[in-house]
Each structure stands twice: as structure tokens, then as C-alpha cells.
């Protein structure tokens, strides 16, 4: 039985069956996707015993889910039927930070934040920053290649993953990618690793590239009565050749909900914030500031600024962090992530308004903007059948208006299983075939989180 081959290969306290801790392991922060109950949740130490945990589920042809914080927005982490689910918050070490070759090294359940915050010490920046960075974990990071805030001009995690271990669904151990600042000995398989949702292996080691400690950055508010005025501001940033450090969109329903919750005394005069961000030292970044904000006058703000109270500004970016969580409250949020090219922000923004309006969908907010990172809340009252049915309606329409403009169904949350009908949607049939071909050949069992991604 899959339990004793466990409980013979593991410490006993690694093997979790108590119903009530398997329960807050069932599902991500996506509670729209199915879950189902696992057979057990194991919390590993070590990568020996992951390969240990993915050797009994071979022998027992068991199902193996991935998770690390749990905080994915696609169901991706979600446990199918007697699956076993493979908790790495414990496999949480900084194993190196390496400042003359501005690498670190470590295992998967580490958190973001805690990373950056171990970096900082040494004057060194890891800067992929979700706005999940003080729970999610780099396993997920990697494993989703999560963007950010900052991505907008440095880059999503992909870009700093220069190699990592894995166990593959063979049950093999084996090392990926580099340390070296260049490199190209053989395919590129640990790219291939980021964003593989858990599919294709359990990720249990990675190195990671790190930057100098990031500049000062100036803060450019600005307050929009219309959504669609914001977008133009967004394409306008684009035009004028600007690269921002951060360009957040935030609406007023985001920001009521989150100064309801944590009292931080934030203005809701706007109807929409924009919220931008330049770390260009000197006088350029001076000009770069005022730049933007003639970008965000031009589009129509009825008030903006650069921020010269940092206070005041760390606490609309905290509020833009705290969007999702504070929405989940008033009720299950459906999440979209569909990314378009900057120049179609703004017609995106419309099409969203008026799909809300067409299926009489209540729809917040955020984005990371500047990426063309639009994340539409679909909101719906609890227990109430119509207003969810009326909400996937409205979740496909804004999927097809995103492929319409040239854009894709997901850009950072990962496809998992909200996403599936959109990927089938936005790839040829025969690139479907080749992603089936690469998990064959890595997962020829098919145990790794099956199920996700695509059929
Ligand atoms: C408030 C909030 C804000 C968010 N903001 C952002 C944002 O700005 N940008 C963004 O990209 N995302 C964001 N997210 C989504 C989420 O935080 C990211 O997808 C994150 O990368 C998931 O990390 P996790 O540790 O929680 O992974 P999980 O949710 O546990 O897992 C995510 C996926 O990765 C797989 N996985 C996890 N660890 C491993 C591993 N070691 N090996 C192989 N597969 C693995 C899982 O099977 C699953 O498919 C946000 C979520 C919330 C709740």
C-alpha cells in the first residue's frame, strides 16, 4: 500500500492523514477550480526524500500534486483524487549567496521576501516581486515564472533562473542549467522547467541571478475618472519611451476594500489610481518623473504628482499588494491575467467595462499596467448559482477580447486548470502536440500534477 511505502521510506511525521491539515492542503487560492481530496499530504526535508515520496507514487501509480504556499490564482497547486500532495514549505534553506558572482542558492519552499531580504544584507537584489512576495515561495515562483511590480522593467523570474535540481516522473535526481553567467551546454531544459506548473517534475533546488541592490525610486501618483482614460496614460508611458520601475493600476473598489480592512486611511476620491514608479538616478530620473507625469496629464488625470511623502506612497503600493485578498473577502473572486500589447490597453479596459455590464458582473480592478497585465476581479455574492454562471460567461469574453487584441490568456499566473479552454484556445493544435510530446518524454507516467494545463 502507497501509505506503508511511504511511512518505510520517510519519518513518520513527514506522512500527514489528519483529515482537518489535508483539508488546507486541497486546494490554491483559485476556489473556482475543482479540487478533490488527496490520500495524503507529505512534507519532505530533503531532495532524497522527494525522490523517495515520487518513487512510491510511481510504484503505486499515484498522482503527484506539487505545492509551495498555496497561493497560485489558477488552481495549478489544487489536489486531484487520491493524489498525494507535496508540500515544500519546509524545504525552506538559503543554502548560498554568492556576491562576486551574484548568485543564490536555494531550496524551493524559501520565501520571496525572505529571500530578498537575505540578499539585501549583502547589497544584492533578487527582483522578481510578486505581489504574493511575503508568502509565495520561489518553488511556486519558478515553477508558475511569476512576474511582478518590477517586472515592467526588470524582467519576470525566468530571467533569473540560471539552473536548478529537479526529480523527474522517472524518479531521477538530476541537476539543470548552470551557475555560470553564460552558458548553452545543451537544450535548455531548466527554462523548459519554468512555468511547467508542476508537470513535468518537483523542482528541489534552484540558483537563482541576483543585481546590485536596486536605486532610490520616485514615486508618480495619478487619479483617473475613467478606467479608460487610465489605460490611454498607460500606452501614453509606453509611446513617450519610458521604462518605469513599477506601473500599477488600481481601482476604487480595490481601495475601499482594502482601507475597510486594514484602516490605513487611503483617499478613494479617484475612481482609478495609477501608480508609478522610476528609479533612474539623478537628474535624469528627475526628468523621467515629470515625463510621466505629463504622460498621466495628458490622458486626461484629474490629479497627479510625484510623491514626495514616501510614506504616503509605500502605502498605496502596500494597498495595491493587498487588492486581492481584501476582494476575496466580500466574496469568491474569479481572477483573470490576461496580458495585451501596451498600445491595446485601453481598448482593453473598455471591453472589460462593457463585458461587465453585459453579463451583469460586478468587475474590479488591478493590474500590473505597464506590462499590459490586466487581472479583471470578477466578483459574485456567495451561494448564488446565476451570478457564478454569469461570471464564467464573462470570464470567456474577456479571454476571447484579449486574443482578439493580439494578446495571451494568461501573463503570470500560469494556465492550471481556469486556463485550460483559453490555452486550447490561443496555441496551434500542433504546438498542443508537442507540449504532450515533452511531458511524455519527461513524465511518461503521467503522474506529475496531471490533469493541468492541457488535456
Ligand atoms: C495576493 C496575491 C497576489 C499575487 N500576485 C501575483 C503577482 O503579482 N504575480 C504573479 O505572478 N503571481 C501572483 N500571484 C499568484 C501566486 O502568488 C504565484 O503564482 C506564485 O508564484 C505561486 O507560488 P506558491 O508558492 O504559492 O505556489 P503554489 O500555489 O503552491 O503552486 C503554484 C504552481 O506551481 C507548482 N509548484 C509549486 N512548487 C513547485 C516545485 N517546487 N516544483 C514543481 N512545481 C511546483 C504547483 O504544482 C502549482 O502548479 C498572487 C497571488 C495572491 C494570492
Redesign the pocket.
Known sequence: MLIDALLAALPADRVVRDPDVVAKYQH??AEWAPYAAPVAVVRPRTALEVQAVVRACLDHDTAV?????????SG??NATDGCVVLA?EGMNAIKEIDPLERYAVVE?GVVNDDLRAACAEHGLWYPPD???SP???I???V??N????CCVKYGVTRDYVLGMQIVTGTGDLVRLGRKTAKGVAGYDLAGLMVGS??TL???TEITVKLRPLQDPQRTVAGYFDSIVDAGRAVSAVAAAGLTPSALELVDKQCLIAVDAWKKMGLSVEANVVLLGRIDTAGVVGDQEAEKMLSCFDEAGATWSAVSTDQEEADALFAARRLA??AMERLGPVLTEDVCVPKRAVPEMLARIEQIGIAHATTIANIA?AGDGNLHPLLITPRDDEAARARAQAAFADIIDAALELGGTVTG???V?LLKMDGLAQELDPVVLGMHRAVKNALDPRGIM?PG?IFE
Open positions: 490554491d487560492e500534486v506539487t505545492r509551495g504556499a498555496g497561493t497560485g490564482l495549478g497547486a515544500l524551493p510578486p505581489a504574493s508568502w509565495s515561495t518553488g511556486g515562483n515553477a508558475t511569476a512576474g511582478g511590480l506548473e508542476g517534475g518537483v523542482i486581492y485578498p500590473h503570470e499566473h500560469g492550471g500534477n493541468k
